[in-house]
């Protein structure tokens, strides 16, 4: 391994602007004679707008001035998908808190917010649908449906037969989150007159797809709009979702013919309109034989997906999800999953990282955490039992995912290990003597990352992905441009990419630029989602730099005269003779003179595209263990210790992949512990700033020890795997192991999260 | 989340606030409360006045009894020791514990007493100390009974406060603090104080409430409900057991 190749613990090369706030996000932008524009949005949940009155001279636009613009439309090809219109502003109903009913520009924000106050709007309610499941039936919230069900999935299978001497059936909620990166959406928009184009700058961490279905929403033609993304304040699956309002400042722009427009999301439009994730319903068994080998899997869930089917992940995502997912690591022999995604009025339910599988983890684990203390079995034991062994890799399951790699009992062995399991056993009881509740918990997942054509194909959405591209450049000066169409919110991939391109051509990670984030910069990508960039980024990067070494190595044995000369360390060699890449680079662009004509012709410049050997996708998988203790009298939880066992394959920055590993942790905290997004009865959102909303802080994040497993992937270009979601995927499950650890003696379990001090009493009392 | 259009005016003295004041100007210091409410447009003042840089609210005088705060400490100055500590660190244990330290650095002790959130810090504390708070108008009023109700004070309009004068702890005098929040820096769900023959609820929905015994809760805090009764008597019983510890 070279000191700065594949495997390489360098530091992030973006943090230095980072960390000294030099960062350049949407709102840093500035343009000569930019106006601001606010957002009138429903007061209420479910209603008609009768009409609005603005003021006197006030620029205010409703969906009747946007002619020829088309709504958002995010289907599936599912079976039984129902499709939803979701207009840029209402037509007539609305069906959230926070949906765009009118657009307003003025000079700055408060202004602009002035004229929001003096617009008398006059709505017509209707009665709101705000539960899953007792809404499910009815009344219908979009015109013509019968009932609220967006999509109903099936895996079936005839369970009748099962005889299992241990049944457990677990009903588990997890509630509505927010996503909340610490930028929120933002645009800053104008019309170029030269180029005939919309160029918007927004937070997007899917920028070509983002153009794809902005275009076709604004009756435009792709090379009329150009997509710019700078740095991106983390995004999770929010960045990657075509909003309303991209649309309707997208016609604005046009429109106003070369006035920039301006909109930066504020906390409180994101948190009560905007960026809701995760509520999910679960009615689940598990099947088991008294050795906790399990039967037969069987559940029944619900998700709420709100009002409308979101682009370009489409309302489908998480339901068929959940039946796709359930089985989780495990060897299931029987399975049966039954799933509705139920519209109900609130915001639509967007992918945030982890999508389904932190619910589908959380549900399966602490059911399985059931099963063995019904059968007076230790929980690792049930999970062993249970578990592909590596002799098994790769293994298809249930329902036909190929596991590529790994040694998954063993991660739960190590991290079992780690919490020392007998001498937790004595404190666990001598701390009970005293009325103190420990308690430790277990989670295991794998993590599907970086999967392609075949699988996406599937859904029917909107977009899937194909080959992923980059564009390699050499410099005269002998850097190196990498032109990428992901984009790095997070990710560090200005490091890790960089680190990939050095490996195959020995350039200086230093002299390695990152070009992303731009539709007009770089090649037609789906972006940044599926915890794909290190597996299919880089594989690009690795595909276009060789064949860029490729195209040197002719030119390098030319100049040495030396045919049998070797590319190798950032050089073409020849005994004692080298020539470096930046003298071929410079020899190329500005001395043609010493080459072949034939040398000429191939530039050295290229386009590669790179797909995995197979598309199925990379398994990473985890084993999350945690130690809490449990206040009997506030219901207080502490996580005394974390312990993640995780394979993520071969890790092209061990440094970035736990980076990735313990921000993810930190978000799954969060959803275990904290954050819940209420709604009352009328369908209005109950926390609209982070007094309600709670995220965890950094005291309330333990020192989290991460014990790495390295099993390459055997389909990926350097055997990575996808861990970018991971970190998010298992503390839910993991942390309410370890409560309902505390209090089994007790008899009592937490079901529903986040585990609020208010719900551990409820379950304790 | 941008407040109405407002003027700004900066006093150089304490008169000349007053006068902007008796006007129906509403007093700025560290805005750490008032800045997030004219954001969120739940107050529209035509003028806002900024006093937290007037000579009279700053600074602190020490006697053999008492200390004397200026209003507009922040409560980053007493985390930091930057004034004088007399209650034995009770003080600045709380002061580290108040949201986070942005808030901290700009927040003030006067501004927290005068905003009257039942859930902050210093209107228990300073119950609990027996303090004293001077005003504008020259009044003395005591922290126990200063707020009324929840944002709601003792102070006429237009007046303010401008010190806080604390009564110094014996040496040695031992107390306890138990603050129930969700996490650090979160507004109390429930607040116990501890001092020398005192025992004070605070975060109580109301006024913060002094005790002769926890078991009084249920009955001085009827307005509570059975939960947050519960709770309040949690944070007594632990602050009383810190205490005697």
Redesign the interface.
């Known amino acids: 391994m070279s000191a700065q190749g594949v495997g390489a613990a360098l530091p992030r090369r973006e943090d230095d602007r980072f960390l000294r706030g030099r960062g350049r996000y949407v709102a840093d932008i500035a343009m000569a004679g930019m106006r601001e524009v606010a957002f009138l949005r429903s007061p209420v949940a479910h209603g008609v707008v009768r009409g609005l009155r603005a003021p006197q001279g006030a620029m205010v636009f409703t969906m009747a001035d946007l002619d020829g613009v088309q709504p958002i439309r995010a289907p599936s090809a599912l079976p039984g998908f129902r499709r939803t219109d979701q207009w840029p502003l209402a037509t007539d109903r609305v069906r959230q808190v926070g949906e765009p009913i009118a657009m307003v520009v003025a000079a700055t924000r408060a202004e602009a917010e002035d004229i929001l106050d003096a617009i008398a709007l006059d709505i017509e309610e209707l009665p709101p649908a705000t539960d899953m499941l007792a809404h499910r039936a009815g009344p219908p919230i979009h015109e013509g449906w019968p009932d609220n069900v967006v999509l109903h999935s099936l895996v079936e299978d005839d369970l009748s037969a099962v005889q299992a001497p241990i049944v457990v059936r677990r009903r588990l909620r997890t509630a509505r989150q927010h996503m909340a990166p610490l930028e929120g959406r933002g645009v800053v928009a104008r019309w170029d007159t030269r180029l005939s184009q919309l160029e918007m700058h927004t937070s997007s961490q899917m920028v070509h797809v983002t153009k794809t279905g902005l275009a076709e929403c604004l009756g435009l033609q792709e090379s009329q709009v150009r997509i710019i993304s700078p740095d991106v304040g983390g995004g999770f699956g929010y960045k990657g979702i075509l909003l309303q309002e991209e649309v309707a400042i997208g016609w604005l722009a046009r429109r106003l013919g070369g006035t920039p427009l301006r909109w930066i999301e504020d906390r409180r439009e994101g948190l009560a309109g905007q960026a809701n994730c995760r509520e999910h319903h679960y009615d689940i068994t598990v099947h088991a034989d008294h050795d906790g080998t399990i039967l037969a899997l069987d559940c029944e869930a619900h998700v709420d997906v709100g009002a409308y089917s979101a682009y370009p992940f489409s309302a489908c995502l998480e339901g068929a999800q959940i039946g796709s997912i359930l089985p989780g690591p495990y060897v299931v022999p029987r399975y049966r999953c039954r799933t509705w995604s139920v519209a109900t009025n609130k915001p639509p339910i967007l992918p945030y990282r982890g999508v389904a599988r932190t619910g589908v983890c959380y549900a399966l684990e602490t059911t399985l955490d059931a099963v063995a203390r019904a059968g007076g079995l230790d929980p690792i034991a049930v999970r062993l039992r249970n578990l592909p062994g590596p002799a098994d890799m790769p293994y298809t399951n249930i329902t036909k995912k190929i596991f590529d790699s790994g040694d998954y009992p063993e991660a739960l062995r190590r991290a079992a290990d780690a919490m020392d399991r007998d001498g937790f056993a004595q404190r666990q009881r001598a701390a009970r003597d005293k009325g103190r509740l420990l308690g430790q918990g277990f989670a295991i997942f794998c993590e599907q990352g970086a999967h392609g054509t075949s699988v996406y194909h599937g859904w029917g959405i909107p977009f899937v992905p194909g080959a992923e591209p980059c564009q390699a450049r050499l410099t005269p000066d002998g850097g190196l441009e990498l032109r990428v169409g992901v984009h790095s919110h997070g990710q560090g991939m200005e490091t890790t990419l960089a680190q990939v391109a050095h490996e195959i051509l020995g350039v200086p990670v230093e002299r390695v630029q990152l070009i992303h984030g731009d539709t007009a910069l770089t090649p037609y990508s789906t972006g940044t989602w599926g915890s794909r960039c290190a597996v299919m980024a880089g594989g690009a990067v690795a595909e276009a730099c060789t064949e860029l070494r490729e195209r040197l190595l002719p030119i390098g044995q030319h100049l040495l005269q030396a045919p049998d000369a070797v590319f190798e360390a950032g050089a073409v060699r020849a005994g004692n003779a080298s020539v470096s890449v930046a003298e071929m680079a410079r020899t190329f662009h500005r001395a043609p003179q010493n080459l072949t004509e034939a040398m000429q012709a191939r530039g050295l410049e290229c386009t590669a595209g790179h797909k995995t050997a197979r598309d199925t996708g990379t398994f990473s998988y985890a084993a999350h263990a945690v130690e809490v203790e449990v206040d009997p009298a506030t219901g207080h939880v502490d996580l005394l210790r974390y312990v993640i066992v995780e394979d993520g394959g071969v890790l092209l920055n061990p440094l970035v992949a736990d980076g990735q590993v313990l921000g993810g942790t930190a978000q799954g905290i969060g959803t275990a512990l904290f954050e819940e997004m209420p709604y009352d009865a009328a369908g209005q959102p109950l926390a609209s700033t982070f007094a309600d909303y709670m995220l965890p802080g950094a005291s309330d994040v333990p020192d989290i020890e991460i014990l790495h497993m390295e099993t390459p992937s055997p389909i990926s270009r350097f055997g990575q795997k996808g861990i970018g979601e991971s970190g998010a995927i298992g503390p839910p499950a993991a942390i309410v192991n370890a409560i309902n650890d505390a209090i089994a003696h007790l008899g009592r379990e937490v079901t529903d999260i986040p585990a609020t001090p208010e719900r551990v009493l409820a379950a304790l009392s | 989340?941008?407040?109405?259009?407002f003027e700004h005016a900066t006093a150089a003295t304490l008169d000349e606030a007053r006068t902007l004041l008796a006007a129906g100007a509403k007093p700025l210091a560290g805005g750490q409360s008032l800045g997030?409410m004219l954001n969120?447009?739940l107050v529209r003042p035509e003028r806002v006045v900024d006093i937290k840089r007037l000579p009279g609210l700053r600074g602190f005088t020490e006697s053999a009894t008492h200390l004397t705060l200026g209003a507009a400490t922040t409560h980053a100055e007493i985390e930091d020791g930057r004034v004088p500590d007399v209650t034995n660190g009770l003080m600045r244990h709380v002061a580290q514990g108040i949201a986070?330290r942005a808030v901290r650095n700009r927040g003030t002790l006067g501004g927290s007493l005068a905003h009257a959130d039942p859930a902050a810090d210093w209107p228990s504390v300073m119950a609990a100390l027996g303090a004293t708070l001077l005003t504008s108008d020259g009044r003395r009023i005591p922290a126990d009974g200063f707020l009324r109700a929840p944002f709601t004070t003792a102070l006429d309009a237009g007046e303010i406060v401008t010190a806080v004068e604390i009564p110094r702890l014996p040496p040695g005098a031992r107390w306890g603090y138990c603050k129930?929040n969700?996490?650090?820096?979160?507004?109390a769900k429930a607040i116990g104080i501890a001092t020398p023959g005192r025992l004070l609820a605070g975060a109580v929905e109301g006024p913060p409430t002094l005790l002769d015994r926890v078991e009084d809760i249920p009955a001085r805090l009827p307005w509570l409900d059975p939960?947050a009764q519960r709770?309040a008597a949690?944070a007594v019983t632990r602050a009383q057991a810190m205490r005697d510890a």
Do not use: D, N, S
Not at chain 2, 1 to 5: D, G, L, N, R, S
Not at chain 2, 182 to 187: L, P, Q, S, T
């Open positions: 989340m941008k407040p109405v259009a997030p969120l447009r986070y129930i969700r996490k650090i820096g979160e507004f939960a709770l949690i």
